[in-house]
């Protein structure tokens, strides 16, 4: 059974505004990864606790954040951990790109996320 994450809803008019006003780096990933492309139904800009994340997996707990340039801006690293630290306290797991890298290597990105998801899996059916 898919465990409920809270969520704020204030968040959820921004996370509209963000499905549509997404980087190149997160185009280019959506069209990969939209519909059951990787086996698993993502969606994009999702409310979880008090973030939105670039892209969930619901039935896998999984999130994918593409890191633009603001990522990498000082005293965003810090913001970063107490975000992924929080999702993973749900149970989310939390994997990250650059943006360049998904632009540059997304044979190389989708690659990482299906090992990721393949992880997953054998651990929802082999507890």
């Keep these: 059974m898919r465990k409920i994450i809270p969520y ?12 549509n006003n997404m980087t190149l780096g997160e185009i280019a990933l959506w069209r990969e990864i939209k519909g059951k492309k990787l086996g698993h139904k993502f969606n994009r800009q999702i409310p979880i606790d008090q973030y939105i994340v670039d892209f969930y997996c619901k039935d ?16 965003h690293e810090e ?8 999702l993973e306290s749900l ?15 997304l044979g190389f990105v989708l690659e990482e996320i299906k090992i990721i998801i393949e992880k997953l899996e054998q651990t929802r059916t082999h507890p």
């Excluded at 707990?61 to 000082?74: N, P, R, T, Y």
């Design 91 to 105: 149970g989310i797991t939390v994997i990250r790109f650059s943006d360049t890298d998904v632009k540059n290597n």
């Design 60 to 75: 896998l707990q999984l999130a994918i954040e593409v890191d633009g340039s603001i990522h990498f801006e000082e005293g």
């Design 79 to 86: 913001k970063d951990h107490k975000r992924q630290t929080r």
């Design 8 to 19: 704020n809803p204030k968040l959820v008019e921004l996370a509209k505004k963000l499905r």
